[in-house]
């Protein structure tokens, strides 16, 4: 079993910059797989991004290719997740997932317990 702490997120104007981060913990970190994820109020949950800890390989939604950028630091077990240009549109309930990478998106199985980012125009 994998916990997942998030923490950050809040409120920021269009066209700033937040941070999330996700603290792993249980199995050896090298076999993780951590991604985010986030769902507004009256969508689907949906995909943002991944990494696979052990390779290094990083995928993305399209819709955030160039403004979002995952992360690791090791020495914490941490996956950061760093948003910058954030749109009104962008807000939404965020979640750090672990499970398997399935084409480029992730199938989660276990999941962080969400922070909220909103972004105002």
């Known amino acids: 079993q994998v916990q997942l702490v998030e923490s950050g997120g809040g409120s920021v104007q269009a066209g700033g910059s937040l941070t999330l981060s996700c603290a792993a913990s249980?199995?050896?970190?090298?076999?993780?797989?951590i991604g985010w994820f986030r769902q507004a109020p009256g969508k689907e949950r949906e995909f943002v991004g991944a990494?696979?800890?052990?390779?290094?390989?990083?995928y993305y939604a399209d819709f955030v290719k160039g403004r979002f950028t995952i992360s690791t630091d090791d020495a914490k077990n941490t996956i950061v997740l760093q948003m910058n240009s954030l749109k009104p549109e962008d807000t939404a309930l965020y979640y750090c997932?672990?499970?398997?990478?399935?084409?480029?998106?992730?199938?989660?199985?276990?999941w962080s317990q969400g922070t909220q980012v909103t972004v105002s125009s």
């Open positions: 997932a672990t499970g398997p990478i399935v084409g480029v998106t992730m199938r989660a199985t276990q």
């Open positions: 249980g199995r050896t970190t090298s076999t993780y797989n």
């Open positions: 990494k696979t800890w052990s390779l290094g390989a990083t």
